[in-house]
């Protein structure tokens, strides 16, 4: 499919796949596309970033590829690495069988069959249905070294395996970096890419993505749900909810039949909003009830 010629046209794609947003992610997404250039993306969790690259890569059928970051990744786990229980198979056949040409064996075990891709590889390639999109999720779990290797990636596009030689993308892949701010990603990789915030959406929007990604529950549930979420995020919590909590409680109610909430209905739910103890031990009963009242207070203003 070819790329949304518009900004109007990109919101439409991201929203024929369930990904509702709004006018400047919409553009930020289109210029990342117009300009080929990486799209960085923070937030706090669960506001819906990495759900942008599986959104923008079945809106454009490519294939997403997805490196997901953690402390302590370098390049080589990122790039490629080589199939080592297979090389050892293959030197003790050739040894057993006496046709052991350590030449021809060198050429052959460091060739592209015993090549293990990684994404960041994997990206590089050619695709018919062309450039995929790479996902480079939670870079900020990363360490400062990776960064470095990674401002170099994207700069050409290219890598280099010593034993095969430089590997240039024929077609830069369509990346997108997601970053949940737990520290600062330096500004040099910052300044290669196109940049926006996904915050928590306003009422209106989240509840028109409830509509999208929970289409069961009824109208009225739905509002409910979002603003009693949105209440729960004026709190004082060690993590607030996102939006990928308040989908995953929707379902959770409509599992449950529930057409209306109670602070009993809540209580007996709330692992499904809140994911630490403490935050789930200082909303008791009296608070419950008092941010859900607040909540359908709101709701009939």
Known sequence: MQKPDTIDAVAQMLGDQGYVCGRALATVVFLALKLGRPLFLEGEAGV????????????LNRRLIRLQC??????????????????MIAIRTAEASGEADRGALQRELFGPDFLVERPLLEAMRPDENGAPVLLIDELDRTDEPFEAFLLEA???????????????????????LTSNRT????????????????????FDREVEILHARAPEAAEALSREVVAFVQALRTEDLFKKPGVAETIDWANCLLALDVISLSPEVI???LGAILKYQDDI????????KQLLNESKTALDQ
């Open 48 to 59: 819906g970033k990495t759900e942008i690259a599986k959104a923008l890569a079945a809106g």
């Open 70 to 87: 953690y402390e302590g990744l370098d390049a080589s786990s990122a790039v490629y690495e080589w199939n080592f229980p297979a090389q």
């Open 154 to 176: 994207l700069s050409d596009f290219q890598v280099t395996i010593p034993e095969l030689g430089t590997i240039k993308a024929p077609e830069p892949p369509i990346v997108i």
């Open 183 to 202: 520290r600062e990603v330096h500004d040099a990789l910052k300044r290669r890419c196109l940049y926006h915030w996904v915050d928590y959406p306003d």
């Open 267 to 269: 209580s007996d739910t």
């Open 281 to 288: 031990q200082r909303l008791q009963n009296n608070e419950l």
